[in-house]
């Protein structure tokens, strides 16, 4: 499975976001002023065996910004919401650099839907 232009409407914003590979499912957070792009190089490699889905986050790559503060709390319930509205029931999140700390909110936030944190 290789699915882009993807978008999920949650909490206020369009999400951008790919769905490449089948398997277990692993979110991929990029870091400040990053994109889906950012995991070009290992996208394919994790792919051969997970469910890999990338996301552009809040004002990032196809992602457009919104009216509403830019934090680290509210970023983690959009992906909260992603993992919802694909029915993944669970997901395990990497995230590097400020995608690093989104997935630690997320974890905090949402522990009954982040089954690993990376």
Do not use: C, W
Request: net charge negative; hydrophobic share 45%; no cysteine.
């Amino acid at each position: 499975m290789n699915t882009k232009g993807n978008y999920a409407k949650v909490n206020g914003l369009e999400l951008d976001y790919e769905v490449h590979g089948e398997g277990d499912s692993l979110i991929l957070l990029h870091g400040g002023l990053g994109a889906i792009e950012m995991f070009g190089e290992v996208l394919p490699m994790l792919a051969q065996s997970r469910q890999v889905i990338v996301v552009d986050l809040q004002a990032h790559g196809r992602t457009a910004d919104i009216d509403r503060p830019f934090s680290f709390k509210a970023i983690a319930d959009d992906v909260a919401a992603l993992i919802n509205h694909l029915g993944l029931g669970q997901a395990d999140v990497m995230g590097y650099s400020n995608g690093g700390s989104v997935a630690v909110r997320a974890a905090i936030q949402h522990p009954e839907l982040v089954r690993k944190l990376i």
